[in-house]
């Protein structure tokens, strides 16, 4: 059976928005905190209702469909074959904890191995960044234009800046020297966001030491609509099955950021 692809967005946009309702109902409430793998990586029964919200939505909708979501509702993925949805339920969880603010779902339906659905919901700013392969990119319905170049002088990029004085990884010297040739740099602590930022011409570029699929999967398929790349730090594809370094940006800066900076094998 072939998909209609744009009716699909649709009902993952509705779910998107009730999955939204039930995060913002669970902020009048105490929230239950536990650390995962450090004590800075958080996270909520909030992420695993709405992980679970999606997962049953999909099974039952949707049986032959493919799930890969960040809390481990559903068993591990190990291809990309068929239709998989892949679902970070909150993006910026410590942006949930510490502000309430500065969140997103995102949503990303692929097929085959390639992004057809895209969808990256700031809860509370009411911001749905969303495209459909082909279709161009939006955010609340109104079509984003093709993104205009800045020389890398003149261009703010997105990252974080405990990865730089952390000192213990490789990228620290190529990072320092990116950081004083751009114009600036915003840390907004959720890449679905700042990913979708970069299609919306907020930044120019974003870029990360370590995400894992359920951090971009979605937002790179906003950049795609509107001329952007996405990366490793190499310049290779994403793999979508394992975290990996992520590089995203206008093609010439993006291009240029890997070859005058990242791209030797550090
Ligand atoms: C995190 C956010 C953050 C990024 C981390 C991610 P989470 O996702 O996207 O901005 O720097 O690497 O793990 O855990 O809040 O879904
Ligand atoms: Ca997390
Ligand atoms: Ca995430
Ligand atoms: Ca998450």
């Known amino acids: 059976m072939t998909m209609n692809w744009i009716e699909l967005e649709k009902i993952a946009q509705e779910w998107t928005y009730e999955a939204a309702n039930i995060i913002k109902d669970s902020l009048a409430k105490p929230i239950h905190i536990e650390a995962k793998s450090n004590p800075n990586d958080l996270v909520t029964e909030v992420d695993r209702a709405i992980e679970s919200y999606f997962f049953d939505k999909i099974s039952k909708t949707y049986p032959d469909h493919h799930f890969l979501g960040e809390?481990?509702?559903a068993e591990e993925l190990e291809s990309l074959e068929g239709t998989?949805?892949?679902i970070d339920p909150i993006d910026g969880t410590m942006n949930f904890v510490h502000q309430?603010?500065?969140?997103?779902?995102?949503?990303?339906?692929?097929h085959e191995g390639v992004g057809m659905v895209g969808i990256v919901y700031d809860v509370m700013s009411d911001e749905l960044f969303h495209a459909v392969k082909g279709h161009g990119a939006y955010i609340n319905g109104k079509e984003l234009v093709p993104v205009k170049e800045r020389p890398l002088h003149e261009s703010v990029i997105g990252l974080n800046a405990r990865w730089i004085v952390d000192g213990k990884h490789s990228y620290r010297n190529p990072l320092l020297a990116l950081i004083r040739d751009v114009r600036s740099v915003r840390s907004?602590?959720?890449a679905a966001i700042e990913i979708a930022y970069v299609a919306a011409d907020r930044l120019d570029g974003y870029l990360s030491v370590n995400l894992s699929p359920w951090d971009y999967a979605a937002a790179v398929i906003l950049l795609e609509?509107?001329?952007?790349?996405?990366s490793t730090f190499q310049g290779e594809p994403l793999m979508l099955l394992t975290p990996s370094t992520v590089i995203v940006g206008k093609p010439h800066l993006h291009k240029e950021m890997i070859s005058a900076y990242l791209g030797e094998e550090q």
Not at 103 to 108: D, Y
Not at 225 to 230: L, M, Y
């Open 71 to 73: 809390e481990g509702v």
């Open 84 to 86: 998989v949805w892949i």
């Open 100 to 110: 309430k603010y500065n969140f997103a779902i995102s949503v990303a339906i692929y």
């Open 188 to 190: 907004y602590g959720s």
């Open 225 to 230: 609509e509107v001329g952007c790349q996405a």
